[in-house]
Structures are given as structure tokens and as C-alpha cells.
């Protein structure tokens, strides 16, 4: 399916030495294998994808090679030598350098400034050469065919154009190794072709570029090698032309599905909730879905595929630009997570420890936060009322704490998950939003909470869950949504569903 | 000392830390108490004390108002311009009208504290001006206004009833009335701190305002709220600062802001919201008045008092800054035996295995 284009016929025969080679590389995260004995190499003039579901440990991988993180066990080898990079600026002096998803840009400086943010171009004197800069930059915006003024302050750019200036910021230095992680998440198609050409062009003059997507029909159109990781081990590494995108997500899923999770059958009821063209400008558009009564329905894609911003619309986080709610039949505004809270939604965020806990806080006191108007009458606390909620909960969820007093700061990290889960359960939502409920928890930890979330369905709580893993998505719902830059573009019912097909829908591609 | 906490639980530790406060300020207490006791031949009499008592009371009353402003991670700058405000119209007003009844007058005071306390308030949560900055606007602004309402003024202690400027000069059971009043609002501030939904909430704001905000606390109004009860508390102060100072004129209380802050912040609480206790404000208040009031025994100069003052508070925030990271430390060396000592329990993987 990969289209040969004329770049890739021209290649020699024999290729040049590596310039990177990684030889078992492991990288733990608190007992987490994230990165699992992985080997490959990296070829200077070759454009190579790495290819992965979320948290099959792309992000690790480009961390160890920046020298941000720190690998456990392994071996780097750079230009045939074994070498540590300890730090970011070794990596940068090895000519590896990674432009990020995320922009990191300095506001309030200038598009030149931030280019060269650290490293000023310097005159004879020892001043900061303001022409030089302009110059370069104007040089490399006027390469990737932007429309910049170098003098442009940050503040005032888009995010198709930061994400051009993190390019240019990459660009500007001499890089033996670019790395781009999801390069083209903002662009536009003019935009992705420049930004393409320009990488051919760094590929023709000997730059390795390693290209993270998961658009896989940019993986087809610009890769020479691809190589795909799961679970954090890595599982091929073969000439783009020889996969097929229906391969590439075969090898990408091969997940087991025997650790299955326990969601019991129930009866569905009616409509308890329902949305209509949920938009937010650049984020999400036209998003209609109903949920019902006793239901599990995932709202799968990839990270940044607009998810989370839609379920942090709907509980009144963020406002809609458009779009109608009903919930129950009653139209709802959203308005502030106090007024979708007394209408019965609960959310639990994505970002436990900034959006979820009070840390200094005691597991009691976390565990009432959501419905302390119910527990004290008058406004007057009544902290046995909380320390029995706390406790009713530390039983049922199976939190591991010497007593509801204990404060959250000390609880591991899948005992403050269940905390901040007891939490919203204590409101008694009829709709719950879970948004990446088991995120870096244990997997003891997992299985209590899919045995909760499956107990409540069966009671008849609705429940709308965002998760990044494709069989907890599989095995936990009755009805899969799947999201792919903003929209809603496929609905799968529990039988239907597999784990290719919903890759596939998220990526973009015809199902396998 | 730190090294002794590793036996405790979690929580046992998180109280030790705040305990150390406390018992931090007791010694450093005790110990300027020797002090000036050896130096100051009349600072251990009982007319001194009640002298450092009335100092104490003002400052406490203010205090805890302020404190609930600092809890929930925003700061009020404009206590002494409410204070002087409020001193010179309640003032006025028994000057004017010899006959109301002393907590008519008192109302009065703190209806004005009240007021200007909700506009400090909307100004930081509906027009979102840092709080620096809004309270620093209005410290200039209500100051201005006691230029204005004074028009050069100035009420003089024999225009007011002798039984108001009695709240200064009573002492019942021994202790100047003053500070029975800063005793009862420290009491209430403690109470609604500890027992009310929303002293919970200030706390809760100040630690984690996104947390608050997903949790359906109404974020906004509960800020508008503390600077509301730190105005009216101002007022009261004001009150209470024209019985014990009765010549209020347009000036009066310039530059008390920086007592009241100095005792919040060496009282321990954090200045970036979240925790302290009342308690501890009132510690640092009589640790600053008695210091002051040596001082002023030993006859320095005032510079070394400003000097006090300013010192006290560096070093009480670079001990928060130490303290709190040790405490983290211990917290994740806790976190770390748990989960070593859950590993140990449960057989390893076999490719784990080394």
C-alpha cells in the first residue's frame, strides 16, 4: 500500500553505518517496565517511523535519547561508541535534537529569540547579534514556505505556528539525529507538504530523522524504515515499503485480551444523557452522542485526539462555543463543575495530581470535597459524617491507608487514584466521566477499579470512559466512540469491536 | 530532628511539622522573654505586659482576617488603610454623637471594613487582578479616601466618651479588654476555620485551586468571602485602634499592614495559601509585640525595630522553605519503604530478576 516515491528509489544499496544504535534498552517507571529491552538502529539519510499505541513507550524512547531520562539497563552506541548521555545539552552536542508535541516556547520573546533561545548568535563584541538572527530565521521560515515576521512575539502566534517555529528551532541547529514527535498535529495540508519536503531535503543531506506519528498515512508517505513498539518491548523494524498500514496495526495491537476484565452484562435503559454538536473552536467539532442508563461507553482515539477537552466541556470546565446537552431529558448548560456536579455528572480528570487531590489534605477530607453541602447542614462541619463516607469507601474500593486521617501525599499512587474515584463516587453521579481511570496505577489496583466501574453500570450508573488502553476500552464497554482530530468518527458496538478496527478508525485508515 | 520523624506514620510526621512551628515560635518567645528580662529592668511588671497585650490585640484582630485571605493564596495589603478609615468614621461619629450606644459604633466600623473588604474582593475575582496588586491599588485608594473624609480633621481623645476609650484602659480578670476582644475573634476565627464547610474550602483553594474548582467549590465566591470577613475584621480593628490611639487623624495606622503580615507569615502560615492555623498567627503576633516592645525598653533605634520585622519574616520563610522540603523528602522515603517492602512480599518476575 506504501507508495514508493522517487526520493526512495535513489537510496544506495549498501547503507551507511548507523549513527544510533540502541542494544536492550530498558527504562522503569516505579516497577512500570516503560521501555522493555528494546533494540534497533537509526541510519544517517533515512527517515524512520517509530510507531506505537499510547504508552507503548515511544515518549520514554525519545526522553533516553535526549538525554532527559536516564536508561536502567542497555547500551547506547553513537557513531559506533558506546556512549551515556547524561544530559540534554551531551545530546545536543552529539547533534541529537527533538522538537516536542507540546511547544516550548517563551511567550513573550520575539519568533528569533525563541529560535535561538540559549544559544544567541553573538557579534565580535560579544553582543547579541540581532541581524544574524533575524537573518537565520527569516532563512529557515522562508525554507518550510512560512509566513513569519522573525519579530512576531510568540504571544501573539497560533498553534499551527508554534509548531512551525519548534521545526525551525530543531532546524536551526545542526542536527545528525531530528527527532519530530507528531510534527503535524496543528498544520495544515499546505503546511505538512513543506514541512515534508523540508524533511526530505534534511534526509538527501544526511540528517537521520526519527518521525513519531500516529497518522499512518504520513508514516506510508515519508518513511524509509519503520519501527513499531508495544508495551513498551520492540516488536519489528523492518523497510517501509515492505508493511502495509493494515500490518503495521496488526503488529501494533497484538495485544493479549485474556486478562479480561469483568464487565457484566446489563440490561441498557434509556437515554440518560445527550449530546448535540459539541464544538470549541480548534479542539473538537460536531460531537453527538447519547449514553444510557446503565451503560459503559469509551470514547477511544489517540492523546490529543480532542477527548478529554470534550469531556472537560461537558462537566464546565471549559465552555462550548456550540452545541446542546440534555441530560435526563432536561437541557443542560454547562456552566462550572458546581452546577454539573448538582445535576448529577461527576468527572474524574485525567491529572490526578493536579486536577484531582488536595495532597496535604487527609483521605477523608479529599473523599467529602464533592459533596460537603450534603454532609454539613448549616455550613457547620462534621468531621465523623466524613471519616465514616471516607471509611465506607476505603472498604469498598479497597484503599490501602492506616486510617481516613492519613493524608494523601503518603498513599501510592494507585491508592490516591481510588481516593480521588471515592470522591466523585460520594457525589452519586447518574453520568460519570472517567478520563483515563487507570492511568499509571498497579495492576491490582486496575482490577478494583474495573470491578467497581462494572458493579456501578449494574446498578444503573451511566458511564462515559476515556482510556488510551485498547482492551481495558474493549473489555470494560458496551459501545465504543472513537475520536480522531476532534471528531467522532466511528461508533462500535461491543461485538464489532476489535482492537485493529479502532486503531484503525483512530488512525485514519480503512479497518483491516 | 528531622532523622527522628522516619518511625512515624505519614501523618504522624505532617503534624510534627506544623507542631515544630508552634513549638519554634514558643522557644524563640521564651527566649527574647530572657532576654529582655535580664536587659530591660522594667519589662517583667504587669503594666508592661498589659501594655504589649493592647499591642498584641489590634494586630490579632486584623490578622485573623488577614489570614483567611492568605490561606486561599491571595493577600490583602489595605488592612491598615481599612483600619484607619474605619477608626477615624467610628470615631467621628461618638464625637459627633456622644450618646450611641458603644456597639452601634462598632457596626458602624465594621460596615465600612465590610465594604471596603467585598470591593478588595471583586476587584481580585471579577476583574482577576492579582491580589498584590488590587489590594495594593486600594491601600492607596482608601488611604486617600481618609484624606478626603478627614478633610485635615482630627478627632481628639476628649471629644469621645470615657467609656469607650475604657475598652483601652479596663482590665478585667487582669487583662485589658482589648485583648478579650482579640481572644473572642481568634476563638471564631479558630472555630470557622476548623468547623466550618468554608474555612475547609479556604484551605482547599489555597492548596490546589484547580482541585477546588473540579470539586464544585465555588472558588470565586469563597475568595470574595475572605477578603469580605478580613475588611470587617479591619473594621473592628479600626474600632478598637481609635479606643487605644483616641487622636485619629487621616494618617492614623499607616504602616500597620506590616505588623499584621509579619505575624501571619512568621505565625506559619504558608504565603502561598493552603496551610496555617490561627493558633500559630497568634504566637507570631505576641512574638513581634513583645520583641517590638523590648526594643523600645532598651531604647534602640527604629530602625532596628523595621529591621525586626522585615528579618523576621526572611527567616520564618526560608525555615516554611526547608521545612516543607524535608517533610516532602520524608514523605517519599515513607512511599518508597511501602512500596520496597510490598515488592519484597510479592515474588519477583522472573525477567526481573537481575
Partial sequence: MAVDDDNRVRRTPSPPAPLVELHGVSRSYGGVRAVDGVSFSVRPGTVHALVGENGAGKSTLVKILTGIVQLDEGELVIDGESRRVGDAQTAHRLGIVAMYQEPTVFQDLTVAENVFAGRHIRTRLGTVDWRAMRRETARILGELGVEIDPDTPVRGLGVADRQLLEITKALSSSARLLIMDEPTAALSSHEVENLFATIRRLRDRGVAVLYISHRLEEVGELADIVTILRD????????????????????????????????????????????????????????????????????????????????????????????????????????????????????????????????????????????????????????????????????????????????????????????????????????????????????????????????????????????????????????????????????????????????????????? | ?????????????????????????????????????????????????????????????????????????????????????????????????????????????????????????????????????????????????????????????????????????????????????????????????????????????????EAARFAGIPVGRRIILAFTICGALSGLGGFLWASRFPNVDAVAATDFELDVITAVVIGGVNVFGGSGTIFGVVLGAVLVATIQDGFTLLRLSEFWKMFFNGAAIVVAVTIDALVTRRLQDALRRRRAEVLAARHAAAPPRPEAAP
Fill in chain 1, 232 to 512: 513498551g518491548r520492540h516488536i519489528e523494524t523492518r523497510a517501509a515499503n515492505e508493511l502495509s498500514q493494515g500490518e503495521i496495526i496488526r503488529l501494533m495491537v497484538g495485544r493479549s485480551l485474556d486478562q479480561l476484565f469483568p464487565k457484566e452484562d446489563v440490561e441498557v435503559g434509556d437515554v440518560v444523557f445527550k449530546a448535540e454538536g459539541l464544538s470549541r473552536g480548534g479542539l473538537f467539532a460536531d460531537v453527538s452522542f447519547e449514553l444510557h442508563r446503565g451503560e459503559i461507553v469509551a470514547l477511544a482515539g489517540f492523546v490529543g485526539s480532542g477527548r478529554t477537552e470534550v469531556a472537560r466541556a461537558i462537566f464546565g470546565v471549559d465552555p462550548l462555543d456550540e452545541g446542546q446537552l440534555w441530560i435526563e431529558g432536561r437541557p443542560f448548560r454547562p456552566r462550572s463543575p458546581r452546577r454539573a456536579l448538582r445535576r448529577g455528572l461527576a468527572y474524574l480528570p485525567e491529572d490526578r495530581i493536579h486536577q484531582g487531590l488536595i495532597q496535604p489534605m487527609s483521605i477523608s477530607r479529599n473523599a467529602s470535597m464533592a459533596v460537603l453541602p450534603g454532609l454539613t447542614p448549616g455550613g457547620i462541619l462534621r468531621p465523623w459524617r466524613e471519616t465514616a463516607l471516607a471509611r465506607r469507601f476505603m472498604e469498598q474500593l479497597r484503599i490501602k491507608a492506616s486510617s481516613p486521617s492519613q493524608i494523601v501525599q503518603s498513599l501510592s499512587g494507585g491508592n490516591q487514584q481510588k481516593v480521588v474515584l471515592s470522591k466523585w463516587l460520594a457525589a452519586e453521579p447518574r453520568v460519570l466521566l472517567l478520563d483515563e481511570p487507570t492511568h499509571g496505577v498497579d495492576v491490582g489496583t486496575k482490577a478494583d477499579v474495573h470491578r467497581e466501574i462494572s458493579r456501578l453500570a449494574a446498578q444503573g450508573l451511566t458511564i462515559l470512559l476515556i482510556s488510551s488502553e485498547l482492551p481495558e476500552v474493549l473489555g470494560m464497554s458496551d459501545r465504543i466512540l472513537v475520536m480522531r482530530e476532534g471528531r467522532l468518527v466511528a461508533e462500535l458496538s461491543r461485538a464489532d469491536a476489535t482492537q485493529e478496527r479502532v486503531i484503525a478508525a483512530a488512525a485514519g485508515v480503512a479497518a483491516a
Fill in chain 2, 1 to 209: 530532628m528531622i532523622a527522628e520523624l522516619r518511625g512515624l506514620k505519614p501523618q504522624q510526621i505532617a503534624a510534627a511539622a506544623f507542631r515544630l512551628r508552634e513549638i519554634g515560635l514558643v522557644i524563640a518567645l521564651g527566649a527574647a522573654v530572657v532576654f529582655f528580662a535580664i536587659r530591660a529592668p522594667n519589662f517583667l511588671t504587669v503594666g508592661n505586659w498589659q501594655d504589649i497585650a493592647r499591642d498584641v490585640a489590634i494586630v490579632v484582630v486584623v490578622a485573623v482576617g488577614e489570614t483567611m485571605v492568605v490561606l486561599t493564596r491571595n493577600i490583602d495589603l489595605s488592612v491598615a488603610s481599612i483600619v484607619g478609615l474605619s477608626a477615624y468614621i467610628s470615631a467621628d461619629y461618638l464625637a459627633s454623637h456622644p450618646g450611641t450606644a458603644l456597639g452601634v459604633a462598632a457596626l458602624i466600623a465594621v460596615g465600612v471594613g465590610t465594604v471596603l473588604g467585598f470591593v478588595n474582593g471583586l476587584l481580585v475575582v471579577v476583574a482577576r487582578i492579582p491580589a498584590i496588586i488590587a489590594t495594593l491599588a486600594t491601600l492607596a485608594i482608601y488611604r486617600g479616601l481618609s484624606f478626603q473624609v478627614t478633610a485635615g480633621d482630627q478627632v481628639s481623645a476628649f471629644q469621645l466618651p470615657d467609656r469607650f476609650l475604657d475598652l483601652a484602659a479596663s482590665k478585667p480578670l487582669g487583662l485589658p479588654t482589648l485583648a478579650w476582644f482579640a481572644f473572642a475573634v481568634a476563638i471564631a476565627g479558630s472555630a470557622v476555620l476548623r468547623w466550618t464547610r468554608w474555612g475547609r474550602d479556604f484551605y482547599a483553594i489555597g492548596s490546589n485551586p
